[in-house]
């Protein structure tokens, strides 16, 4: 299992959810900035590989998670060798048998998978569907094969992980028997972390 999440100004969260990542067969790989050496540190502690990238914020972008996102895939060739995937947030903490409750499923290749989340008070958070914090599907699914495999008309971190979970229908979908915990307040810095954007004023963007 490949894991890929980004982080810029989450270091504070980073460590906290990565070492909850590395199960056996598992590994990660994150995504920052040049300049945010505390993301930088998190993983070298942890020996975990990094793919430094300044497109979070190319033609003004507040945030441009996916652009990001596939910059590090294509550079990294990370779909390859053919196996599962997982797209994660870096403030998602994984419970300790989460891969192997996984594999226990039987996951079918043409399947996506998601999971309940709760905040660390034990509520859980509503969301409005499988959400991009966790979505693991296989690499030859043929619904991941276009490339770019992640749209880059978003300059935030929201949209584009609808737009992915909508390649399967309903009935493809499957929630996984699993409890993960988000740490920090939900539904914040989808432009940035602290930046005070508000919906509406900047959703997307033309992309050539």
Request: include cysteine; proline fraction near 7%.
């Amino acid at each position: 299992m490949k894991l890929i999440a980004t982080s810029v100004d989450y270091a504070d969260y980073l460590e906290r959810s990565l070492p909850t990542w590395l199960a056996p067969a598992a590994e990660a790989l994150v995504v920052t900035t040049p300049t945010d050496e505390a993301t930088a540190g998190v993983c070298r502690r942890l020996q975990v590989p990094i793919f430094q990238t300044t497109v979070f914020h190319d033609g003004g972008a507040p945030f441009a998670k996916a652009s990001a996102l596939v910059a590090a895939m294509e550079a990294t060739d990370w779909l390859q060798p053919p196996g599962w995937r997982c797209l994660i947030d870096a403030d998602i903490c994984l419970p300790p048998d989460w891969l192997a409750a996984f594999y226990a499923t039987q996951p079918q290749t043409d399947f996506l998978y998601g999971a309940a989340r709760f905040d660390e008070a034990g509520k859980q958070i509503k969301v409005c569907g499988m959400a991009g914090y966790f979505q693991i599907f296989h690499s030859t699914d043929r619904r991941v094969q276009r490339r770019p495999m992640l749209s880059l008309k978003w300059s935030s971190a929201a949209g584009y992980d609808m737009e992915f979970k909508w390649r399967w229908r309903r009935r493809k979908r499957i929630w996984l028997p699993l409890r993960l915990t988000h740490l920090g307040e939900p539904r914040r810095n989808w432009f940035g972390r602290g930046n005070p954007m508000r919906w509406g004023r900047l959703k997307h963007r033309s992309v050539p």
